[in-house]
């Protein structure tokens, strides 16, 4: 199993382009997570998606775009990159959590240079 | 609301000397609580979970952490530290549904020789 991969790992892009990151798993999981690593701020998330077909905001959307057309992929879009996005990103996944809470695997990350 | 804090940005500790990372929660009900652990240019991998029961939760690398409710922490230790476990390392906790967790700002593991 490869588990959490995403696609690219570099990315340099300039003010108000456009890209999409990808993030697949699996593993089979239907939770995923798209989070975004600044120095000092550990983790914050995006968008997270509990199955195919839905998503939902998380702590810092302004942005950005996602959508889980197909159960093993998650992808992070962004419409028109600002400086402010520079970041690293990472997916994550976890099973179906019900009342419970899982552990989530995380991807390699992406890091992301918008000049 | 859930929030966790991690009080050390930056802790160098002598290969062979052992270590407590701490964190402190603040959570409404018996809490989940993560450890992990980001090696440089990676991604995040669990060290170690607690969800009930014994509070000294035994990990992957030598690591163990211990729940303490009164105190409202679940710091991370290690009788003695290897080179390699020069990292950054995280604790989480849950919130809302959707399994969704809150990570703490991080502490940075320096080991010196």
């Known amino acids: 199993n490869a588990g959490v991969t995403q696609t690219p790992k570099f990315r340099v892009l300039k003010t108000g382009q456009s890209m999409t990151l990808l993030c697949a798993q699996d593993m089979n999981h239907e939770y995923m997570y798209w989070y975004r690593q600044d120095p000092g701020m550990g983790l914050r998330l995006i968008h997270y998606?509990?199955?195919?077909?839905?998503?939902a905001k998380g702590e810092v959307p302004d942005g950005y775009n996602v959508s889980r057309l197909k159960k093993q992929n998650f992808l992070l879009g962004l419409e028109s990159a600002a400086p402010s996005q520079t970041s690293v990103y990472f997916c994550a996944s976890s099973l179906l959590a019900g009342t419970s809470v899982n552990e989530q695997f995380f991807g390699p990350g992406t890091r992301l240079t918008v000049l | 609301a859930q929030s966790v804090t991690q009080p050390d940005i930056h802790i160098t500790v002598s290969e062979g000397a052992s270590l407590e990372l701490r964190c402190n929660y603040s959570y409404g009900a018996t809490p989940y609580l993560f450890w992990y652990v980001q090696s440089p240019g990676q991604g995040l991998q669990l060290l170690l979970k607690y969800f009930s029961g014994d509070t000294l939760v035994q990990g992957i690398k030598g690591f163990e952490a211990e729940f303490k409710r009164s105190q409202s922490s679940f710091n991370l230790r290690k009788p003695s530290v290897h080179w390699s476990d020069a990292a950054e390392y995280f604790c989480a906790v849950p919130y809302n549904q959707g399994g969704k967790l809150i990570f703490g700002q991080g502490t940075e593991l320096s080991v010196k020789p």
């Open positions: 998606s509990v199955g195919e077909g839905t998503t």
